[in-house]
T-cell receptor
Framework: GAVVSQHPSWVICKSGTSVKIECRSL??????MFWYRQFPKQSLMLMAT?????????EQGVEKDKFLINHASLTLSTLTVTSAHPEDSSFYIC??????????FGSGTRLTVV | DAKTTQPPSMDCAEGRAANLPCNHS???????VYWYRQIHSQGPQYIIH?????ETNEMASLIITEDRKSSTLILPHATLRDTAVYYC??????????????WGLGTSLAVNP
């Protein structure tokens, strides 16, 4: 139980285009989801906390207009990277909380902007 | 949430026990110790968590010192597939699901044949 499905697992896009990443909780409802970014050989960096039915809370230094988060249902949160640039290339990971396991994570999305 | 300190890297021979230490000297009474691991290019995987007592599951054992200022994750019979970065995280608020986690650099465990 407590599976989070993240899609796509990898994506290549051109500079200036937008990319949407989906995160679904498959067998539980998640009122809160978290979005992370991870650069090579670095730890996970929290970008924002996504709350169902309300606006996301962004960490300091993360541009909310560039990284659009939508959490319209208890099982789906999306992250849209708008007007992507090569420096946005990274590994993006979502997670959701469960009572039994604390947090469970998606498999991650490798974004490459060319 | 309390900060944790872990050695940056460790080696272990296949089939032997891997003991990964974590220091969390500023932990407070209601904070849990969680362990996750991340295999290259994958999302983190939950391993185990505990508050005061030692815990064991099918993956690992967690030993928490009596003063709760440190803990050790034990993989009893390490395999090559256990090669990963292991993160020790301390989080308050009980087992709730809406507190953000603070990630350190973890311990990169290399299991050698």
């Amino acid at each position: 139980g407590a599976v989070v499905s993240q899609h796509p697992s990898w994506v290549i896009c051109k500079s200036g285009t937008s990319v949407k990443i989906e995160c679904r909780s498959l067998d539980f409802q998640a009122t809160t989801m978290f979005w992370y970014r991870q650069f090579p050989k670095q730890s996970l960096m929290l970008m924002a906390t996504s709350n169902e039915g309300s606006k996301a809370t962004y960490e300091q230094g993360v541009e909310k207009d560039k990284f659009l988060i939508n959490h319209a249902s208890l099982t789906l949160s999306t992250l849209t990277v708008t007007s992507a640039h090569p420096e946005d290339s990274s590994f993006y990971i979502c997670s959701a909380g469960t009572v039994e396991y604390g947090y469970t994570f998606g498999s991650g999305t490798r974004l490459t902007v060319v | 949430d309390a900060k944790t300190t872990q050695p940056p890297s460790m080696d272990c021979a296949e089939g032997r026990a891997a003991n990964l230490p974590c220091n969390h000297s500023t932990i407070s009474g209601n904070e849990y110790v969680y362990w996750y691991r991340q295999i290259h290019s994958q999302g983190p995987q939950y391993i185990i968590h505990g508050l005061k007592n030692n815990e064991t599951n099918e993956m690992a054992s967690l030993i928490i010192t009596e003063d709760r200022k440190s803990s050790t994750l034990i993989l009893p019979h390490a395999t090559l597939r256990d090669t990963a970065v292991y993160y020790c995280i301390v989080r308050g608020g009980g087992a709730g699901n809406n507190r953000k986690l603070i990630w350190g650099l973890g311990t990169s465990l290399a299991v050698n044949p």
